[in-house]
C-alpha cells in the first residue's frame, strides 16, 4: 500500500480477485484490523473459495451442510501425503 502499510488479496486459479474475499478485506484494513488479523482471514477464505470451487457452488448458495463438509475438507490428508496403515 501507498502508506506502507500489509494488504492481502486472494485470487482464483485464473489468477483473477475473489470480488467478496476482496470486499471483506478491505472492511477489516478500513477498520484498521491488524495485518496479521487480514492475513488469517485472507488464508482462511483462500481454502473457503478453493473447497467451493471444487464442490461447485457459489458464495451465495452456500449452506451449512458445505460448511460441515469443508471442515472435512479440511482435515483430510492432501492425496499425495502417504497414510500409515491402521
Do not use: N
Not at 488464508?43 to 471444487?54: A, N
Not at 457452488?57 to 490428508?77: G, I, N, T, Y
Amino acid at each position: 500500500m501507498p502508506d506502507g502499510a500489509e494488504s492481502w488479496t486472494v485470487l482464483d486459479d485464473a489468477g483473477d480477485v475473489v470480488v467478496p474475499v476482496e470486499a471483506f478485506l478491505a472492511h477489516l484494513q478500513a477498520l484498521e484490523r491488524s495485518p496479521t488479523t487480514a492475513r488469517a482471514y485472507a488464508t482462511s477464505l483462500k481454502l473457503w473459495s478453493e473447497f467451493l470451487g471444487l464442490a461447485d457452488v457459489a458464495w451465495d448458495e452456500a449452506k451449512a451442510e458445505h460448511v460441515s463438509r469443508f471442515v472435512a475438507w479440511l482435515r483430510a490428508p492432501a492425496p499425495h501425503v502417504a497414510r500409515p496403515p491402521p
